[in-house]
C-alpha cells in the first residue's frame, strides 16, 4: 500500500513533537517528507531534539512542491488556519492542531473550501479517540446510560507563572487553550446547548494578568454540563476528569490519561449513600496514535471522517462561545 507523503507545519504547538513521533512510530504508513520550522532561529532551537534531528528541514516552497498528500499544522495557535488554508489551497489534506484560532468565520472559510475540494480536515481533538471515552460513547448511544443530562468534563494543569501569562493573547485565555478539549468532550455526549455561560477569570496569583481559570457553562433542556480548565491547580494532571451522568447509569474518568482510570455505576447496583462504582480496564494506548491512523483512512479513502465539516464548526463555535465571544451558534456561515 502506497504511503502517505506527510508534512509537518510549525513548531510552536506544544504538541508538535508529540505529533511528529507518533507519525514516526508509523513508517509503514506515513512518510515524512520534512518539516518547516517558523524562522532560522527557530530552527536552530529545534533542530537538535530527537524529533526533528532525522528529518529533513524545509521552506514552505519546498513543502509545498514535495507532493506531499498530507500536511500537520502544528504552529502558534492563533496562526493554524491560516497556515492550513496554504495547504487547503493547494489541495492538501490537513491534521489542524486545536483550537481553530480565533475567527470562526476564518476557520469556516477553510472548511468550505475543503468541504467543495473532498479534503479531509482532522482536528487534533484526541480525546475523541481514547478508548475509554469511545466506550461512553458507545454505551450512551446503545442506551444503557438511559438519558444522559449531564457531562462534567474538567482539565487542569499547574503551569508556571510564564506560560500562564503567555496565554494572555488568546480569547478566553486557558478556556480556549485547553478548555476547547473538555468543549469538544461536552459537545460530543450533548449536542449543541441552548445558552452557554462563560466564568473564565484571572486569578492574579504571580502577578500573572491573563486569564488563567476557565469556566462554561452549557445549558440544555434537561440539565446543565460545565467544561472547565484552570492553570494553577496543584497536581491538577492527576485530576482530569470527564463524568457522564445518565438516568440509568454514571460513566466516570479519572484520571483521563497516563493512566486513563474508568468507573461504571449502574443502577442496579447502586445505593444512595454507598460508593458501588466498578472499574473498567482498557489496554494501554498511545495518546495521538488512533488518530493519526484515521487520518490516514480518511487521507487515502478508505473511510469518510466522521467528524464533519458541520461537526467541527459547530465545535469550535462552542469553544469561542465559551472563550466569551459574540457568536452565533445557530449559524451555518455557509456550510
Not at 470562526?104 to 484526541?126: C, D, I, N, P
Not at 462563560?198 to 486569578?203: A, H, I, K, V, Y
Request: proline share 4%; hydrophobic share 35%; glycine share 8%.
Amino acid at each position: 500500500m502506497k504511503k502517505i507523503r506527510i508534512g509537518h507545519l510549525g513548531t510552536y504547538h506544544d504538541h508538535s513533537t508529540g505529533m511528529l513521533d507518533t507519525i514516526k512510530k508509523h513508517p509503514d504508513i506515513f512518510e515524512i517528507v520534512g518539516y518547516v520550522p517558523e524562522s532560522e532561529e527557530r530552527c536552530n532551537a529545534v533542530r537538535n531534539q530527537d524529533c526533528y534531528r532525522d528529518i529533513p528541514v524545509m521552506t514552505e516552497a519546498e513543502l509545498f512542491s514535495s507532493g506531499c498528500d498530507a500536511v500537520e499544522v502544528e504552529g502558534y495557535e492563533l496562526d493554524l488556519v491560516r497556515q492550513a488554508r496554504k495547504c487547503i489551497d493547494r489541495g492538501i489534506h490537513v491534521h489542524i492542531d486545536k483550537p481553530a484560532g480565533a475567527d470562526v468565520e476564518e476557520f469556516a472559510a477553510l472548511l468550505r473550501e475543503a468541504k467543495t475540494k473532498g479534503l479531509t480536515v482532522q482536528m487534533s481533538y484526541m480525546y475523541r479517540y481514547n478508548p475509554s471515552i469511545k466506550e461512553a460513547l458507545r454505551r450512551a448511544r446503545a442506551g444503557e446510560l438511559g438519558q444522559v443530562y449531564e457531562v462534567d468534563a474538567l482539565m487542569n494543569t499547574h503551569h508556571t507563572p510564564e506560560k500562564r501569562e503567555w496565554m494572555k493573547p488568546f480569547p478566553g485565555g486557558i478556556m480556549f487553550f485547553l478548555g476547547c478539549h473538555m468543549i469538544d468532550l461536552v459537545y460530543l455526549f450533548k449536542g449543541m446547548p441552548d445558552e452557554v455561560i462563560p466564568l473564565n477569570r484571572c486569578s492574579g496569583m504571580d502577578g500573572v494578568t491573563a486569564v488563567d481559570q476557565g469556566c462554561a457553562m452549557l445549558g440544555y433542556s434537561d440539565g446543565v454540563s460545565i467544561a472547565r480548565a484552570t492553570s494553577t491547580e496543584v497536581g491538577g494532571y492527576g485530576r482530569r476528569q470527564l463524568v457522564i451522568c445518565g438516568s440509568r447509569a454514571t460513566y466516570e474518568i479519572e484520571p483521563l490519561e497516563n493512566p486513563t482510570r474508568t468507573f461504571y455505576t449502574d443502577v442496579s447496583y447502586s445505593a444512595a449513600y454507598a460508593n458501588r462504582r466498578r472499574e473498567l480496564e482498557f489496554p494501554d494506548f498511545g495518546r495521538y496514535d488512533k488518530m493519526m491512523l484515521e487520518f490516514a483512512a480518511c487521507v487515502r479513502g478508505e473511510r469518510v471522517n466522521p467528524f464533519t465539516y458541520e461537526y467541527e464548526l459547530n465545535v469550535h463555535k462552542l469553544v469561542m462561545k465559551a472563550c466569551g465571544a459574540d457568536v452565533d451558534l445557530n449559524s451555518r456561515y455557509g456550510l
